[in-house]
């Protein structure tokens, strides 16, 4: 099955109807309780890179300028556990 975006690929993979392959950013809270379990993780150990696009012939409003300098300078997004108050949005 091919799906466009990740909310149904989760709801199917929660349903236990196959195997997804998406950002564990994404998926976070359930594999914190549990209702989802990584697997294969010696196979996904290759980083995929993120690429931030916006029409050259336009300026950066401030809020996009500020995300895309987080992006390039904060490194606490790119790996490893997200925070708690991350999760509940603080």
């Not at 150990?45 to 409003?61: F, G």
Request: hydrophobic share 40%; no cysteine.
């Amino acid at each position: 099955m091919v799906l466009n975006s990740l909310e149904p690929q989760i709801s199917l993979a929660e349903q236990g109807i196959g195997l997804v392959s998406i950002p564990d950013l994404s998926v976070r809270p359930q594999l914190a309780n549990g209702t989802l379990v990584s697997i294969l993780e010696d196979y996904l150990d290759i980083p995929t890179p993120l690429q931030v696009m916006w029409p050259s012939s336009r300026h950066l409003s401030p809020k996009l300028r500020a995300f895309v300098d987080f992006l390039a300078t904060d490194n606490s997004w790119r790996s490893g556990p997200i925070p708690d108050e991350a999760l509940r949005g603080a």
